[in-house]
């Protein structure tokens, strides 16, 4: 059946390590989005893609990296140059980019020590 | 700066009673506004959603209420069921384009038995 899977669910590593979060989607989406929370806060957009091979910043894009090589592939890596990495990392996408809903993914928690 | 702000973190109420979370937006060009619900460890799903042109939408025991003049949106639930348990998140935007879409910080629902 047809989701978004995020992999891992919990990640730890080390300060000054980059980290890859992995984001798969079997919904033929066009656009994928991942976001960060944080205890107490809303969803924050961290970058966004509305079609293969195309991303833009989000509000705190600082730190982070994407790439979309794959439709159903949006892998987003934490830097060393991120100054709180440790979070709750959500992936999501939507059919096409001025859809508003948005379907999520099961979300990975990293934990950077 | 918050644009969208659920003041109440936690709320808690009997099985079978109505809830009643509430979302206050600041941005009066948002004309399209979201629920979704987060159980722990899992991506938020999408509950209901109404758009500026209505002042009402339910769905089943959902219900959100619009009140473009306050800015203020509320989700009914009746009757409420242990289920329901979990943090509710209202979201909005100003334009079709998800990369525009603002989350409230959450409320957390108890529903006792």
């Known amino acids: 059946d047809g989701g978004i899977t995020q992999s891992p669910k919990y990640l730890f590593r080390k300060e000054g390590q980059n980290v890859t979060l992995s984001c798969e989607q079997n919904l033929n989406h066009d656009a994928m989005y991942w976001y960060r929370q944080d205890p107490g806060q809303g969803l924050r957009l961290i970058y966004y893609?509305?079609?293969?091979?195309?991303?833009q910043k989000g509000d705190i894009a600082e730190g982070y990296s994407v790439s979309r090589e794959k439709k159903e592939s949006f892998p987003l890596t934490v830097t060393s140059a991120q100054k709180n990495p440790t979070a709750f990392y959500l992936c999501?996408?939507?059919?096409?980019?001025?859809?508003?809903?948005?379907?999520f993914g099961p979300g990975t928690r990293l934990t950077v020590t | 700066d918050q644009q969208v702000k659920q003041n109440s973190p936690s709320l808690s109420v009997q099985e079978g009673r109505i809830s009643i979370l509430n979302c206050d937006y600041t941005n009066s060009m948002f004309d399209y506004f979201l629920w979704y619900k987060k159980y722990p460890a899992e991506g938020p799903t999408f509950l209901i959603s109404?758009?500026?042109?209505?002042d009402k939408n339910e769905d089943g025991r959902f219900t959100v209420f619009l009140n473009k003049s306050a800015k203020h949106l509320s989700l009914h639930i009746v009757p409420s069921q242990p289920g329901d348990s979990a943090v509710y998140f209202c979201?909005?935007?100003?334009?079709?384009?998800?990369?525009?879409?603002?989350f409230g910080t959450g409320t957390r629902l108890t529903v006792i038995p």
């Open positions: 893609s509305q079609i293969v091979n195309d991303f």
């Open positions: 979201a909005a935007s100003a334009q079709t384009g998800a990369n525009n879409l603002f």
């Open positions: 999501a996408s939507s059919p096409y980019f001025s859809s508003y809903e948005q379907y």
């Open positions: 109404i758009s500026s042109i209505k």
